[in-house]
């Protein structure tokens, strides 16, 4: 597909094989892309995910460590759901795990 000037350039058609859907499919059921470790190690939630979630400033979220390499945040009051959800997601977690190892 040529872009025309002044089009914006779209690769809808073809996303990435191994990157989870994104967007507003159901309410917690998105994937909102990365976030970078600052030098203070702070980490910037991405704006869509913190407005769908309903996250404010000031509102506590417990850290979790999953092995040496990763990290998951949820608020205080949702953790059974998200436990629910990972459980209920771990084919599609680890069919992405999958694809970036080869």
Same mark, same amino acid.
């Given at each position: 597909? *040529?872009? +025309?000037?002044g089009?914006p350039?779209?690769n809808a058609?073809s996303p990435k094989?191994? #990157?989870?859907? /994104? $967007?507003?499919a #159901?309410? &917690?059921? #998105?994937?909102?892309g /990365? %976030? *970078?470790i $600052?030098?203070?190690g702070?980490?910037?939630i991405p704006?869509?995910?913190?407005e %769908?979630m &309903?996250?404010?400033?000031g509102?506590k979220?417990?850290?979790? $460590?999953?092995g040496?390499?990763m990290? %998951?945040?949820? +608020?205080l009051?949702?953790?059974?759901?998200?436990a629910?959800?990972?459980?209920?997601?771990?084919? %599609? !977690?680890r069919e992405v !795990? +999958?694809k *970036?190892?080869?």
């Amino acid at each position: 597909m *040529t872009k +025309k000037s002044g089009e914006p350039h779209s690769n809808a058609s073809s996303p990435k094989d191994n #990157q989870l859907p /994104t $967007g507003r499919a #159901q309410r &917690g059921e #998105q994937f909102y892309g /990365t %976030a *970078t470790i $600052g030098e203070k190690g702070q980490v910037v939630i991405p704006s869509e995910a913190r407005e %769908a979630m &309903g996250l404010q400033k000031g509102d506590k979220l417990l850290v979790f $460590g999953m092995g040496c390499d990763m990290v %998951a945040l949820s +608020k205080l009051s949702k953790v059974e759901q998200f436990a629910s959800h990972l459980s209920n997601r771990l084919d %599609a !977690i680890r069919e992405v !795990i +999958k694809k *970036t190892k080869s």
